[in-house]
């Protein structure tokens, strides 16, 4: 096991440590549902009782996780559409699919955080958790708004559209060993479990320029 750490770089260092070591997890195991303290800290070379110093529970852990999530795929988003200010509705759906499902924990975590992770947490690590995800949503509707004929108001419920589909989805098209298993003894049932990200596109795109009819016919 490691040595306790002494330094604000050596704190850094621990907590980045444990991040990297529930994501690697998370995607080895088949989702944050099979990720564990004990696994984490094992993994980060940490005892099990050195991570209470950084995170109070693995509520903390996995919702920082997701706070990071949102930042990388702001990120991604921004790199995707870089000079461009005259992306299609298509388009525009198409890169938000891609971007988000490249990001798999992320995926993964959005169901979590809207089911519980928000509530297991106290009040100011959900504030934090708030913030950033905000300030990160409302940079990437901006990026998209600027790189496409969308109005923002398209791009906003667009973009609410991506969020909520990708935590409902991502679940659907990675059942638990159970449903798994029952899907392979009843093969007509797995309909649900199609690939997450073409069913994923082909929604986000139809909503994209269903979109642009529904708002302009508004009173």
Wanted: charged share 25%; hydrophobic share 45%; proline share 3%.
């Amino acid at each position: 096991m490691r040595e306790r750490a002494r330094s604000a770089e050596d704190k850094a260092q621990r907590s980045e440590d444990l991040l990297a070591a529930a994501e690697a997890l998370t995607i080895e195991l088949g989702g944050v549902r099979f990720v564990t303290i004990a696994a984490v800290t094992q993994r980060a070379g940490l005892h099990r009782t050195g991570v209470r110093r950084y995170y109070a529970r693995k509520e903390e852990l996995l919702l920082e996780l997701a706070e990071r999530g949102w930042g990388q795929w702001r990120k991604a988003i921004g790199e995707a559409v870089e000079d461009r200010s005259d992306l299609q509705p298509v388009e525009v759906a198409t890169i938000l699919a891609g971007t988000i499902t490249s990001l798999s924990v992320f995926c993964d975590l959005l169901a979590h955080v809207a089911i519980r992770l928000e509530d297991d947490v106290d009040l100011e690590r959900a504030r934090r958790y708030k913030t950033h995800a905000t300030a990160a949503h409302d940079e990437l509707v901006g990026a998209l708004t600027q790189a496409s004929v969308m109005t923002a108001a398209e791009i906003q419920t667009l973009v609410a559209a991506t969020v909520s589909l990708t935590g409902s989805l991502w679940q659907v098209a990675h059942p638990a060993p159970t449903l798994a298993a029952l899907y392979e003894q009843e093969p007509s049932w797995a309909h649900a479990a199609l690939d997450f990200e073409p069913r994923l596109t082909l929604i986000l795109q139809a909503t994209a320029i269903g979109l642009g009819q529904v708002l302009v016919a508004e009173p």
